[in-house]
């Protein structure tokens, strides 16, 4: 898929004059295709020869905005080394792609062994099923769904940063707070986790 975002939309230019919305072309791409973005590989990796080269000129002024934001929330930081390094009551957004190598690289193994990803039908439910069912699930996909379910079966693990930075990114992200909330509490119920 070669595409090129411009104005919030991806333009496809494998297709002329088509033009559709950003979000919908992300949500369907797998995890691994994420990787091979082009435009996304430019943020991560911040190459400015290859925007440069796209001539996207409101993918360099997003850039130079989060390189400025970058040093403010530098100068933030509290020079003290016992003070963690950071503002108090703050802790650092976590990126997808950060995340992610964490839970590849993790030992998983304890969690993959209970994971019973399909339901093993018999009779009339098979038939039932294989009509009106969901798709099958693409054979390159399993690796990534076992992942996600381990994932949601490891419960949580305060001793590890990673964690609770995954935690109060999700937070900070669905409520809009800007300081970190407490681990534990009612407060998580707001963004749909069971007291």
């Keep these: 898929m070669d595409s090129e975002i411009m104005n ?7 297709l002329p004059g088509t033009q559709s919305n950003f979000l919908p072309a992300m949500k369907s791409l797998p995890i691994s295709a994420v990787k ?14 290859s925007a ?13 905005e989060w390189e400025a934001l970058e040093t403010i ?16 009551g703050q802790s650092n957004i976590i990126s997808f792609n950060e995340a992610l190598q964490f839970f590849q690289t993790a030992d998983m193994s304890a969690f993959m062994s209970k994971i019973k990803p399909t ?60 300081f970190d909330c407490p681990l534990y509490g009612s407060h998580w119920e707001q963004i749909g986790f069971q007291g």
């Design 119 to 178: 339901v093993q039908r018999t009779g009339l439910s098979v038939i039932y099923h294989l009509l009106f069912g969901p798709p099958r699930l693409n054979k390159e996909l399993h690796a990534e769904r076992d992942l996600v379910l381990a994932i949601a079966q490891s419960p949580l693990d305060s001793s590890q940063p990673v964690y609770i930075r995954v935690l109060q990114t999700i937070y900070k992200r669905l409520t809009g707070a800007r």
């Design 36 to 49: 091979q973005n082009i435009i996304l590989q430019t943020l991560i990796n911040g190459d400015e020869l």
């Design 8 to 14: 919030g939309s991806a333009v496809n230019s494998d």
């Design 73 to 88: 929330q530098t100068e933030l930081r509290c020079e003290k080394p016992g003070l963690l390094g950071d503002v108090p």
């Design 52 to 64: 440069q080269e796209h001539g996207n000129e409101d993918l360099l002024r997003a850039q130079e």
